[in-house]
């Protein structure tokens, strides 16, 4: 009797385990998957937006784009990049203000003058507008080998996010230049204004989005006009100009040029920058040569003189030599002349560019 009891049992165990396997790998045609321990994929027929996303996205209010790759991520990434191409150059911006403006966000600039953070969140968000804000991915697919996907840009949320934010870049540019007269012709001055310039080169673009979705646009003004006014600021900053040690004049007339050729006037009293020129021109004697050398080492800071800061570091050294010591002393000032010329103005100019309001 004990023995048949436990085949009993055995067969009702085995039968429980049976039936629990069964209901495991039973098909869950839902969503094309199934679920349980063991999962079977069901294919589903390419869907219609594949080939036409306005199959299923009204054209009138929306414009979507598909892409596709051997991966989800990079499936969609190829949807947006194809959904900005759709807006052609209309949206593209120089490459140098996009860097300035991400610089910007990432020292916290953006925030410190805008007034919408909001706004000015998504505006970090795209800037360059290698993505488009209010972009959407909608709709995914793949065929077991290459995946699919659509971005949907709403045209009515899309005119009134970047309606807004037009106004919030225009009131930023007026925070900017809102400056003291008496602090206007400063290098600060001309940051406001450069940047300035900047924040309305990103604002072209949302204005040429909003012409292309048919969006209202609000008033604005171009980067050029700013950068005009950061050009005269930039005419009236007198630079202050000392070098110690130098010969004939040569390298205070090659940084003179340098602050010339942008506009900067050198020299006056009590200038608010000075740039402190430091040279030191000594003998260099090389083992088992003939030939007599002079080392130069030359030290230039642009200095703020109201809190001794230096603005600009500059600074190299080199050696020249000749049959005697006076031609390898007028040969090391006259590299050190070239240098200045080849260099310094385009150094400056990058410092200016890379400034960003304070």
Known sequence: MLRKKASLSLFGLFGFVLIFSTCATSTNTTGGITSGLRSKTIKTAEPSWVRDPYTKYDRQTNVAAVGSANSREMAEKSALSNLVAIFGQNIQIDEKASSSYREAVKNGVTAKWSENTAVDTAITTSAGMDSLIGAEILDRWDD??????????????AAQLYSEMVKSNQAMIEKLIDIPPEEKNTINGFARYHFAATVADMTITYVNLLSVIG??????????????????????IPVGLSVDNDKAGRIQGAFAKALSDLGFTSGGSNPPYLLDVYINATPAVIANNTYKFTRIELKADLKDTKTGIVLLPYDFNGREGHTSQEEADNRAYAYAEQKINDEYSSLLKSYLSALLPK
């Open 215 to 236: 969006g209202a646009i609000p008033a604005f003004k171009r980067g050029d006009d700013y950068r005009l006014e950061a050009a005269d600021i930039n005419k009236a």
């Open 144 to 157: 077991g080998r290459n995946f699919y996907a659509m971005a949907v840009l709403n045209k009515p949320k």
